[in-house]
């Protein structure tokens, strides 16, 4: 997938611009507070409907404006080259969207995200693998969603009937509303959405090592899933085993919605093992491999962002990154204060460049 053209209207200090990226490397510049970041945020938020600096949407719409406005025109490999998609959405400061996908409105976001599969690395992205458990199984479902059909309307009823114990735990109904009549879909659901997840992190484990050959050769990596109840029981006996703890707490305290992922760095948890700037480089990694995975499955690459690369990696580090950025066969942006020092890293690729001043963008 492949962004032939993007507009973006009143998004942070972004005015009004539209660009036409290169399929391949795109490096924004700019100074500090320019609107760098922005841009990358606005692609972000085509491909999840949210930003990933906040949740809230007047943060994101422009001081003084009622919305913003984010549009794109993009190009799958399955498509004639005339034939392109037009997606976008605008969105009040109360949140209020409208999607439109070829000029028809869409009611679910999840449609959009299906059409532009997106991968975010910045600085703060370590938190993937330093902070709590969250971010990592949204990891999981977002490859899922985008690689496995099944996979989302499984996630779909594992949520909602969760949602539906967790209330009827909350307000110590779950006895007298029938609550237990429930708990086998959602074992059901629960086993299907884990069997899936286990299954896609082993095809993720050694696509890893071969990608952490070339930045962390010194470990041995392995991936593994924590499910989220006791291996040994199914998931309806670690319900029926917890009920009462349950019934006490008011939420459910086992299953997929508790699962998580570690990563070891030769038997040792890399958290513990690793520096700061070689966690940066698992974290690129993993993000690396995800699209990896993605173009296996579908044919065709994500887009890939990344927001300050220099921060934290050695020369020949961000080097090596580079390279695989160019390897990865991805549409790239890429923010940087001296875009030129950037672009002779990708030498051998024609890198296009765009130039940010106070919100608005020249190409250069
Ligand atoms: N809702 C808003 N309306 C107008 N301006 C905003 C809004 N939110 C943030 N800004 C401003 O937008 C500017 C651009 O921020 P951004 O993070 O995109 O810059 P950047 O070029 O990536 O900078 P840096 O190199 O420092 O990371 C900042 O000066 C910020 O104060």
Request: with cysteine; aromatic share 10%; glycine share 8%.
């Amino acid at each position: 997938m492949q962004l032939t053209q993007l507009s973006i209207s009143h998004f942070r200090n972004l005015e009004t611009i539209a660009l036409e990226p290169a399929a391949g490397i795109n490096i924004i510049g700019g100074e500090n507070g320019s609107g760098k970041t922005s841009i990358l945020e606005a692609i972000y938020s085509l491909g999840f409907g949210r930003s990933f600096r906040t949740h809230q949407s007047r943060q994101v719409v422009q001081d003084e404006k009622d919305a913003f406005t984010l549009f794109a025109r993009v190009q799958s490999s399955s498509m004639d080259r005339d034939d392109q998609l037009k997606v976008g959405f605008r969105r009040q400061r109360n949140g209020d969207t409208e999607i439109r996908i070829n000029g028809e409105n869409e009611r679910k976001f999840s449609a959009l995200a299906r059409l532009m599969p997106v991968q975010l690395i910045t600085p703060e992205g370590v938190a993937l693998v330093t902070e709590g458990p969250k971010l990592r199984r949204q990891f999981m479902d977002w490859g899922l969603f985008h690689v496995e059909q099944s996979y989302y309307p499984n996630w779909l009823t594992f949520s909602r009937l969760l949602k539906q114990r967790n209330a009827l735990l909350k307000q110590r109904v779950y006895d007298s509303q029938g609550g237990a009549v429930w708990d086998k879909q959602l074992a059901e659901a629960g086993e299907a959405v884990t069997a899936a997840r286990r299954n896609y992190l082993n095809g993720l484990n050694s696509q890893l090592n071969s990608y952490c050959q070339t930045f962390l050769p010194q470990y041995e990596f392995e991936f593994k899933l924590l499910q989220g109840w006791f291996d040994e029981l199914s998931l309806s006996a670690a319900l029926g085993e917890k009920l009462e703890l349950d019934k006490r707490q008011g939420f459910t305290s086992v299953g997929p919605n508790k699962a998580e992922w570690q990563i070891r760095a030769d038997g040792i948890d890399a958290r513990e093992r690793l520096s700061r700037g070689q966690l940066k480089l698992l974290v690129a990694a993993l993000r690396l491999v995800q699209s990896a995975d993605y173009f296996s499955h579908r044919g065709e690459p994500c887009v890939i962002l990344v927001d300050d690369l220099p921060a934290e990696l050695d020369s020949e580090n961000q080097q090596k990154f580079c390279d695989a950025l160019v390897q990865s066969g991805s549409q790239v942006f890429v923010t940087a204060i001296h875009q030129e020092e950037l672009k002779s890293r990708f030498q051998s690729t024609e890198a296009r460049l765009f130039h940010v001043e106070h919100g608005t963008i020249k190409n250069d």
